[in-house]
Structure formats: structure tokens, C-alpha cells
């Protein structure tokens, strides 16, 4: 497994790290218990999970606390997130609340000090807002969190948080389908010594290739109940892409991946590992044998041009005019 920098942390992590959504809810029914997956991709290699204090009203968190009570010295980071328990108003995002948040975090991950903390996907004007910023820095003062980040939903707003001196990391989707950031905020980021970690690598799965027009989600599955934008933004289901048209899209990407010697999926998380700037790409898995084939991506050789020009004319070809200008 390659690892990278994680920004301003300061901290080396592995290329492909664990998303812990699935954990929480809002993915269906998960296939193994939550340890067998967490033992799986840190048995090859993973020493990079992300969660969030609203993953499962703190599910999530909760697992990866047990989890990690049980491997002193285990070398792994675990960034959460927080802002979303309460309305999205800006005026919420004050210290106090932040001291309620990151405290509850803290008990439901069992540490004193959380490795790392990022806003989840705020409103614009929190990232913009210097208190908010001063409130941050009041935490990593204090030793309740070692550094702090943010996850967005669109490139302006990782811009701007680049722009903060205190700024770690971001967090942003990106993935064969969505390729925007490539333009201004990874070259920002790698200017300003910030961190990269890509969230949504497989287009809520489309880039694995499996999918059809036909196929169906259970009815708490967020790709069944959020494909119109009304429980949160659409972007972070299937990348905000038409599923029949990402479908399509797939099939292609699929028989490019074909000559990397790779999986559709392995292919498609290596492409977005490799990118300079890119700190940590964080799939989730819903089984043991994801978790493993997940991780392989981390020690993929070198993608050719031929692949990535093919990657390139695919989003030009499907998404580019819907994809870019919305995010």
C-alpha cells in the first residue's frame, strides 16, 4: 500500500483509506459485522478512516472506538466530522457548539484528542466566516482535536478553506465522473501544503461496473431515496450523474479498465490515487471481499496515458456539460 502526507496533519496515511458511512446506515443492510470489515482493510494496509458523529446518530464512530480500544499502537488516523446535527444556519457554527460536538465524538471514539475534525459540508458562509475558523484553532489549542479540515460540496468552497492558514485538509468528490477539481483546487491544495481526501471514488458504486438500468436499491439506501436531491445533496448520490447515463458511462469505463489488469472498481479508485495532490481515497465497503479489493488499488502500478485520455474523454463525452458548472 502507498501512502501520502495527509496536508497539514503532518501525518502519513495509506493512499486508499476506509469510508465508514456503510457502518452507520443509509447504505442497505451491510454483508459482514462491522470488525470483519474494519479487520479486513486494515489487514491490508488501510491506516485512514473517515466517519461522522451523524453516521448512524454515531454508530459509526462508536464501531471504529471499539475497534481500535482493542490495537494499542495501531497507527491508524480516524478523521470524523461534524456540523450536521444541528440546522444548516451558520449561527450554529460557534465554539460552543463545536465543544458539544467534538465532545461527543470524542466518547463515542474513546480518545481525548480527535486526530482530525472537519466541518461537513457547512453552508458557504461558515467557510467563510473568521470566528469559525478562530473557534477551530480554540479546539486544536485546547487538545480536544490535533488538527481540523473540511468536507465540501463544491470547488469554491474548497477554495476558500485552502485559503486558511489552519486549514489540514479537504475532503471533496472526486472520481471518474467528476472531475472538476482537477482544475484549481488540487493544484491550490498542493501550493499550500493541504491535504486532498477524495470521498465518493466510485460514484456510489456506478463505477464498479456492476450496475444496470435495472438494478434497485432498498428503501433506506440513500441511492433509492436521495437520487432527486430532497434528503441532501444530489451530488453525493451516484456524483449527482443521471443513473442511466452514469450506467452507460460505466460500461465504457469498464472496457478501458479492462487493460490495466485491474478490476473496474480497483481501476477506478487508482485513477484518482494517483493524482498528485490526492492524499487518500476513501471507498466504503460493505464486505469483507470489497474491503480487501479495495485496498489493491493502493499498490496499483502507474496508469497509462492511454487509460487516463480515455478517462478524460468519457467525462467530456457524458458529464461535462451537467457536471462542471453545478459543483
Excluded at 191 to 201: F, L, Q, T
Aim: proline share 3%; glycine share 10%.
Amino acid at each position: 500500500m502507498h501512502t501520502r502526507t495527509l496536508g497539514r496533519t503532518g501525518r502519513t496515511v495509506s493512499v486508499i483509506g476506509l469510508g465508514t458511512w456503510q457502518l452507520g446506515a443509509d447504505w442497505g443492510d451491510v454483508d459482514a459485522d462491522a470488525r470483519a470489515i474494519l479487520d479486513a482493510a486494515v489487514d491490508s494496509g488501510v491506516t485512514f478512516f473517515d466517519t461522522a458523529d451523524v453516521y448512524g446518530d454515531g454508530r459509526s464512530e462508536k464501531f471504529i472506538g471499539e475497534y481500535l480500544a482493542g490495537k494499542p499502537g495501531h497507527g491508524i488516523t480516524v478523521a470524523t466530522k461534524m456540523g450536521r446535527r444541528e440546522a444548516q444556519d451558520a449561527a450554529n457554527f460557534t465554539l460552543p457548539k463545536f465543544r458539544e460536538w467534538t465532545d461527543r465524538s470524542r466518547s463515542n471514539l474513546g480518545v481525548d484528542t480527535l486526530d482530525l475534525v472537519q466541518l461537513h459540508c457547512p453552508p458557504s458562509a461558515v467557510l467563510s466566516t473568521d470566528s469559525v475558523y478562530d473557534a477551530l484553532d480554540t479546539l486544536v489549542a485546547d487538545g480536544a482535536i490535533a488538527a481540523y479540515g473540511v468536507s465540501v460540496e463544491t470547488t469554491a468552497q474548497a477554495l476558500s478553506a485552502i485559503a486558511r492558514p489552519g486549514t489540514a485538509s479537504v475532503q471533496i468528490i472526486l472520481n471518474a465522473f467528476r472531475h472538476k477539481p482537477l482544475d484549481e483546487v488540487l493544484p491550490a491544495a498542493i501550493a499550500a501544503g493541504v491535504g486532498i481526501i477524495a470521498r465518493v471514488p466510485l460514484a456510489s458504486g456506478l463505477l464498479s461496473g456492476k450496475y444496470t438500468t435495472e438494478t434497485t436499491f432498498a428503501a433506506n439506501d440513500h441511492r433509492n431515496y436521495n437520487r432527486d436531491g430532497s434528503a441532501f445533496d444530489v451530488g453525493e448520490t451516484f456524483s449527482g450523474v443521471d443513473f442511466d447515463k452514469g450506467v452507460a458511462a460505466a460500461q465504457e469505463f469498464a472496457a478501458l479498465a479492462a487493460s490495466t489488469g485491474l478490476t473496474t472498481a480497483q481501476a477506478a479508485l487508482a485513477w484518482v490515487a494517483q493524482l498528485d495532490g490526492v492524499s487518500s481515497v476513501i471507498p466504503g465497503a460493505r464486505s469483507v471481499d470489497q474491503a480487501r479489493s479495495n485496498a489493491i488499488a493502493g499498490s496499483a502500478d502507474p496508469l497509462s496515458a492511454e487509460f487516463t485520455a480515455g478517462v478524460a474523454h468519457l467525462y467530456d463525452t457524458y458529464f461535462r456539460a451537467a457536471i462542471h458548472p453545478r459543483w
